[in-house]
């Protein structure tokens, strides 16, 4: 397994990976009409991939700003999305790289970062909370689901780092 940063050729193969994901797990929740750009969000700060001995794509995360209209020198937080794992790889800790690479550009960056999950996906809860995540709050998603709900969710911060500053550091 190899962890390295998104390339354009990657796309592809993502977006055919988040296809199965969105079979076996409903991740995401609706899927999205174009997935190459949904896979891209405005405000995308890094994007890294987890590939196989073949090339194929097994994981996909991105770091993305969460006050994208405030542009790149902006200090707001920046925000972990897109975060899956080939369901044939699971348990392997292709999603324990793909974070800590996400969590270490934020911290390049002097950034704070979280994510949101949504609470009814216990196997991702679980799985951050076993990488020392923890959680800070919960309330309604802005988003709907495919049912039209706000799913209730949960934003978790990663574990304290050494060189992390005010922000992560223990
Ligand atoms: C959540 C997800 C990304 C985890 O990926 P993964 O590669 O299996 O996770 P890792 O192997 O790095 O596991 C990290 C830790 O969580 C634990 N873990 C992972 N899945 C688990 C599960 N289903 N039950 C219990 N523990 C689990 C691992 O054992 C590991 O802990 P350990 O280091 O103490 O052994 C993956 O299940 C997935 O793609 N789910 C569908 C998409 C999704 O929900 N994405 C999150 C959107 S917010």
């Not at 991105?62 to 369901?87: C, H, I, K, N, Y």
């Not at 800590?100 to 996906?121: F, I, N």
């Not at 988003?143 to 992560?168: D, I, L, Q, Y």
């Amino acid at each position: 397994m190899e962890l390295r940063g998104r390339r354009d050729e990657d796309l592809p193969g993502a977006a055919r990976l988040l296809a199965r994901v969105h079979t076996a797990d409903g991740y995401p929740s609706r899927w999205p009409e174009d997935p190459g750009a949904w896979l891209t969000p405005t405000g995308q700060r890094g994007a890294w991939v987890v590939a196989g001995e073949d090339g194929d794509v097994l994981g996909h995360v991105a770091l993305v700003d969460r006050a994208p209209g405030r542009g790149l020198a902006s200090d707001a937080p920046v925000e972990v999305v897109r975060l899956f794992v080939d369901p044939a790889r699971r348990r392997c800790g292709v999603a324990a790289l793909l974070l800590a690479a996400a969590v270490a550009r934020a911290d390049e960056l002097g950034l704070d970062v979280d994510l949101q999950v949504v609470a009814a996906s216990a196997r991702a809860v679980t799985a951050y909370e076993r990488l020392g995540w923890r959680e800070v709050r919960r309330h309604a998603a802005a988003w709907t689901s495919a049912s039209g709900e706000h799913p209730e969710v949960v934003r978790m911060v990663p574990p304290p780092r050494a060189g992390a500053g005010g922000r992560g550091a223990a």
